[in-house]
């Protein structure tokens, strides 16, 4: 299986024939036919909505004398770009697409079919795809560089140079020039105050809202925030800047994780954000709730200074939207465990997360440049290395001592550890969210778990994975706690063991130390209740 599109110059009679012959040639499954670059921009932009991931190559043939090449590059339009821009363009901002691109005249089809079997080889089922990603079949994927694992994505980041890297930002301006990226949405609710409500709702209704719709709220969170910034602030961006921004992001997340996805990033990004407004760090927006469905919660007035300005919450933001890009739906345990590349990378601290942060900043570098500059850098680096879960228990030891010694957060120096706080309680907010949402996540969670130690027991046993048949099928989410414990009656065990080792001693620590989160722990202390009284009578 493969998808083909076919960017010609000529009469589109002629184009439609040779269209033919590259689908059959190609084996593809589908073929998309156009004159302009615009429009393969608008067509592959939406790929990133899928709940699936994509299990094939996206093969892009170029025709020869496409672009204008009697202009220079910095002068060329978006769709007078020339084929070595478009390959450039392409193989670097579109690498989540699994992209092969062809210069027309050079087009063997036995070659690019050989290349196709290859990809589906390293593609063809869930836990291959996982395997891959995590750079775990190495010898196999030499002939496949376009494929989207952390391997390839980190040689890219090492092999980019600063002149590349300028080049590529020029390309993505022309891009935001030439396409209107809220046109590409497509949303079933027709309001956008019902958008703003479901952002100010501790009770976030994320699996409720379309991929389309969640960046939908992830722009209405941006925008809010950036409203609070001087006009001449240089973090100032355009509306559809900031769109296409998140269609990137949207991008390099995987659509078929069961948890960690695009859905999670902006679960934890609006967690942060709600967090901020209890703060008082940010203006109450219309829609805003401080009423938790089913628990009586306390509201508190701010106790902190304000220690936070519009910058550090656009920044905190930023790095919530963006802490899990590129997650392979696996654990660093995982990743030690069986000895990925990544792990001599990164001398096995903190992987994942020291992934996430160099692949989200380099998608910075061509979307919002200004924030690879101190001090927003160093502040997104230490925010999303916070979400590493073998940091946990030293956070919430520095949280105990903060609250044992009476010090509260005040200076300068506090603005990282106040930050830091905020995102580890985003990240991990699931279980403190209203049973019904909580529960949930607690299934999904479950879900890439059983995956992953799925994708263990396979290696451990060197089983041949590429006979498996898996379904291609969209996530279903059950609408009440009880039909969750239906479909897992661990789920009640499951959570109290997070809970219990992870959750409750974090949010009671800082409940103490920030009065204005204690509706976390309120809720917590509920859920966990009925979570307890879900074991007892199965354990009778």
């Keep these: 299986m493969s998808r083909v599109i076919y960017l010609y110059t000529g009469p589109a009679e002629q184009a439609r024939e040779r269209a033919k012959l590259y689908e059959v040639g190609t084996r593809a499954s589908f073929i998309h036919t156009t004159d302009k670059l615009s429009v393969v921009i608008k067509f592959i932009s939406v790929v990133g909505k899928s709940d699936l991931d994509l299990n094939y190559p996206t093969i892009f043939i170029i025709s020869d004398d496409v672009g ?24 670097e901002h579109y690498r989540h697409l699994n992209v092969l691109v062809y210069k027309e005249s050079l087009l063997n089809m036995l070659e690019v079919r050989a290349t196709v079997e290859k990809y589906h080889r390293l593609l063809k089922n869930r836990l291959l795809r996982m395997k891959t990603w995590a750079g775990l079949n190495n010898e196999e994927a030499v002939d496949c560089p376009m494929i989207y694992s952390m391997p390839n994505c980190l040689k890219m980041i090492m092999n980019t140079s600063d002149e590349r890297s300028t080049m590529l930002r020029e390309y993505i301006l022309k891009i935001n020039k030439a396409v209107n990226f809220e046109k590409l949405l497509s949303c079933s609710r027709p309001s956008f105050s019902f958008y703003q409500s479901a952002i100010g709702s501790w009770g976030f209704i994320a699996h409720e809202l379309s991929c389309d719709e969640s960046t939908v709220c992830a722009y209405a969170m941006f925008k809010h925030t950036l409203a609070q910034l001087p006009p001449s602030s240089p973090l100032m961006i355009s509306n559809n800047d900031l769109m296409s921004f998140l269609f990137a992001i949207r ?103 020291s992934f996430h942060s160099s692949w989200f900043k380099r998608c910075l570098r061509l979307h919002w440049p200004v924030f690879l500059q101190e001090p927003w850098n160093k502040l997104q680096t230490e925010t999303i290395l916070a979400t590493d879960m073998a940091s946990h228990f030293g956070y919430v030891k520095m949280i105990q001592g903060l609250v044992k010694t009476g010090q509260q957060l005040k200076a300068p120096s506090d603005v990282v550890v106040l930050m830091s706080i905020i995102i580890k309680c985003a990240d991990i907010s699931n279980v403190t969210r209203p049973l019904n949402v909580s529960s949930r996540w607690g299934i999904i969670l479950t879900r890439e778990f059983n995956e992953i130690a799925e994708l263990s027991k396979h290696l451990s046993a060197n089983s041949d994975l590429y006979p498996i048949v898996d379904p291609r099928e969209e996530p279903h989410f059950p609408l009440t706690y009880q039909k969750a414990i239906e479909e897992s009656p661990q789920l009640p065990k499951s959570q109290m063991f997070f809970i219990s080792h992870f959750a409750d001693a974090m949010f009671k620590e800082v409940a103490a130390l920030i009065p204005e989160f204690a509706f976390m722990y309120e809720v917590l202390q509920a859920n966990t209740t009925v979570w307890k009284s879900a074991i007892e009578p199965a354990a009778a």
Aim: with cysteine; charged share 20%; net charge negative.
């Design 68 to 91: 204008d090449g009697s202009i220079t590059a910095a002068e060329r339009e978006l769709d007078a770009l020339v084929f070595e821009d478009i390959r450039t363009l392409l193989e």
């Design 251 to 353: 991008d390099s997340y995987r659509g078929g994780n069961a948890f960690h996805n695009f859905r999670h990033a902006v679960d934890v990004l609006q967690a942060t954000f709600y967090l901020l407004i209890r703060l008082g760090a940010l203006p109450t927006p219309e829609g805003f709730s401080v009423d938790i469905e089913g628990v009586p919660t306390s509201v508190h007035q701010p106790t902190i200074p304000a220690l936070l300005d519009a910058e550090n919450c656009l920044t905190l933001l930023l790095a919530s939207v963006g802490h899990d890009v590129g997650h392979p739906g696996l654990t660093n345990d995982f990743l030690a465990k069986f000895k990925a590349p990544l792990n001599t990378v990164f001398s096995s601290k903190a992987v994942l997360e």
